[in-house]
Structure formats: C-alpha cells, structure tokens
C-alpha cells in the first residue's frame, strides 16, 4: 500500500506541475474526442468541457455547450460561438456557491451579453437590451 501511495503521490505532483506550467485559464486539456457529429469533445483538468465545433485554429466556434466554472459560480452556455467567444444567440445559466441562480436568453457578442435577451436573476425577470454586458434599455 505504501507504493501505491507514492505513485499516487507522483502523479497529483505531475498533474500539479503541467497546470501550473499551463496557460490556458480553462485548466490543461485531459481529453479529446470527436464524435460521429463532427463535433468535439474536450475535457479539462478543472472539471470544465466543451462540445461543439472548433475553427481551424483549435476555437470554439459554431453551435456548441461549454460548462465551466470559478472560483465561486457555475455557467453552462450553450448557443453560437465565434472564434472561441459565445457570438450569436445562446442561452447562459449560471448559479454561485451563495444560492443565486440566473439565466441569461438572448444575443451574444464577444462572450458578452450584446443585443436584445431577456434574464432572470433570483426570479427577478427583465427583457431589454443589453451593451458589453451591461442592461441598457427595454
């Protein structure tokens, strides 16, 4: 039992080390397949994944599901992406570690909220128009 907790050992260290060295903030790829769809599937140390499809230079891009997470919420978005950006329509859902919960439905640009969508934040509904994230008008 002794070995199998130093090869356990070793390995969290190695895993530790590759993250560490990784500059990706989605944590290092641990696996990748690509399904009869012609989509991808890609899952990364942190518990984060994506399908869809990707672009030629390895992004994101075209209808897809990524879910992934920091340090204290969880988002699921699934719709369009652009050059590894959500672009387009989609729909965000997130929920955090202090119970709130918020779901976002409308248009997307550059991995912002951008154009007409409705949202709910804690049962709280607002439809409108938003810029770079932010609600700006009904």
Known sequence: TQKKVEKKSQKKELKLKTEDEDEDEDGVEISRKINKSGTTTIVYSGGDFYT????????????????????????KYVGQFKDGEFHGKGTLTWTTDSGSEGKHVGEFYDSEMHGKGTQTVDGKKVVGIWKNGEYVDE
């Open 52 to 75: 869809g499809y990707l672009n030629s230079k390895d992004e994101y891009h075209g209808k897809g599901t990524w879910i992934f997470n920091d340090e204290d919420s969880n988002y």
